[in-house]
């Protein structure tokens, strides 16, 4: 039978063609190139000190490792400490299950700019193997290759490969993709651009869904923007505008302090799922 709704939007697709065009063709003249922000890009942190009381497994360092695109980066944010890993990090020093696992901590970031999930696979093969395993690697990946001419094909592959090289090159014990954001709502990309944009990243999420699925060890995290806003708002409705950075694309410091917590939750529960069952 045929998909008449499918037909609908695609043949839709082809009528708002130049329209699509002319709009991506504006927001890439017009729109603001925010550059990374400065600052540390790996560290160690004493997360435990002897009269704390925990026990002697909190001796352990914790390994973790950020991977991805101009979001892992912190564009958007002055400095690192204001972009995700500078949220992150503080918030992880204070966590009742790292800290009570885990002795130190030990972080690096390794994002760039424009990476699509290609150039991240090839610079994870070109990285050099890691003195220690990688406890937890979180992954930003998507909105280069939603903007980009991507394939569904290649991106199932090519987030397959990153799988693959995570657990057999760095012994990833949790790999975690975070979820693509909602680009239908970023500012800067006008109506109808938007939502053909959003389809798109929509349908890549899907994918990336069904193959962390499908891999013991691999983690997908839907980033709950709803409740970013909710919390910010207190009950009162909010300009999302708020949530993004001057250039209307990448998050704000705002938004970058909101995905960390949620970021932080997500890594405790799978660490401490995992502590529990090494401990039986």
Same mark, same amino acid.
Request: net charge negative; proline share 5%; charged share 20%.
């Given at each position: 039978? *045929?998909? $008449?709704?499918?037909?609908?939007?695609?043949?839709?697709?082809?009528?708002?063609?130049?329209?699509?065009?002319?709009?991506?063709?504006? /927001?890439?003249?017009?729109?603001?190139?925010?550059?990374?922000?400065?600052?540390?890009?790996?560290?160690? *942190?004493?997360?435990?000190?002897?009269?704390?009381?925990?026990?002697?497994?909190?001796?352990?360092?914790?390994?973790?490792?950020?991977?991805?695109?101009?979001?892992?980066?912190?564009?958007?944010?002055?400095?690192?400490?204001?972009?995700?890993?500078?949220?992150?990090?503080? /918030?992880?020093?204070?966590?009742?299950?790292?800290?009570?696992?885990?002795?130190?901590?030990?972080?690096?970031?390794?994002? $760039? $700019?424009?990476?699509?999930?290609?150039?991240?696979?090839?610079?994870?093969?070109?990285?050099?193997?890691?003195?220690?395993?990688?406890?937890?690697?979180?992954?930003?990946?998507?909105?280069?290759?939603?903007?980009?001419? *991507?394939?569904?094909?290649?991106? +199932?592959?090519?987030?397959?490969?990153?799988?693959?090289?995570?657990?057999?090159?760095?012994?990833?014990?949790?790999?975690?993709?975070l979820s693509l954001?909602?680009?239908?709502?970023?500012?800067? /990309?006008?109506?109808?651009?938007?939502?053909?944009?959003?389809?798109?990243?929509? /349908?890549?999420?899907?994918?990336? +869904?069904?193959?962390?699925?499908?891999?013991?060890?691999?983690?997908?995290?839907?980033?709950?923007?709803?409740?970013?806003?909710?919390?910010?708002?207190?009950?009162?409705?909010?300009?999302?505008?708020?949530?993004?950075?001057?250039?209307?694309?990448?998050?704000?410091?705002?938004?970058?302090?909101?995905?960390?917590?949620?970021?932080?939750?997500?890594? $405790?529960?799978?660490?401490?799922s995992s502590a529990?069952?090494?401990?039986?």
């Open positions: 039978m *045929v998909d $008449t709704n499918k037909l609908t939007s695609i043949a839709k697709d082809v009528l708002l063609a130049p329209v699509y065009l002319y709009q991506g063709r504006k /927001i890439k003249r017009e729109t603001v190139r925010l550059p990374e922000p400065n600052g540390e890009r790996h560290g160690m *942190v004493e997360l435990s000190k002897a009269d704390d009381g925990v026990s002697s497994k909190s001796q352990e360092t914790l390994n973790l490792m950020v991977v991805g695109d101009s979001a892992a980066a912190g564009v958007g944010s002055q400095t690192q400490q204001e972009a995700l890993v500078g949220k992150l990090i503080p /918030i992880l020093e204070q966590n009742a299950v790292i800290r009570s696992n885990f002795g130190q901590l030990n972080w690096s970031l390794q994002a $760039t $700019t424009g990476h699509t999930s290609f150039d991240i696979l090839r610079r994870l093969y070109v990285f050099p193997i890691p003195d220690q395993p990688i406890d937890v690697m979180l992954l930003s990946v998507g909105v280069n290759d939603t903007t980009s001419n *991507v394939s569904v094909h290649q991106w +199932q592959q090519q987030i397959e490969d990153i799988i693959n090289i995570a657990q057999r090159k760095f012994g990833v014990r949790e790999l975690i993709f954001p909602p680009m239908a709502q970023m500012p800067a /990309i006008p109506s109808p651009l938007n939502n053909f944009v959003g389809a798109k990243a929509s /349908i890549l999420d899907d994918i990336l +869904q069904q193959v962390c699925a499908a891999h013991d060890g691999v983690n997908y995290m839907a980033t709950d923007f709803a409740r970013m806003i909710s919390e910010h708002g207190n009950g009162q409705p909010i300009d999302i505008a708020v949530m993004f950075a001057s250039d209307g694309f990448h998050p704000s410091s705002l938004m970058y302090g909101y995905w960390a917590q949620q970021i932080v939750e997500n890594m $405790t529960q799978l660490l401490d529990a069952q090494t401990d039986c």
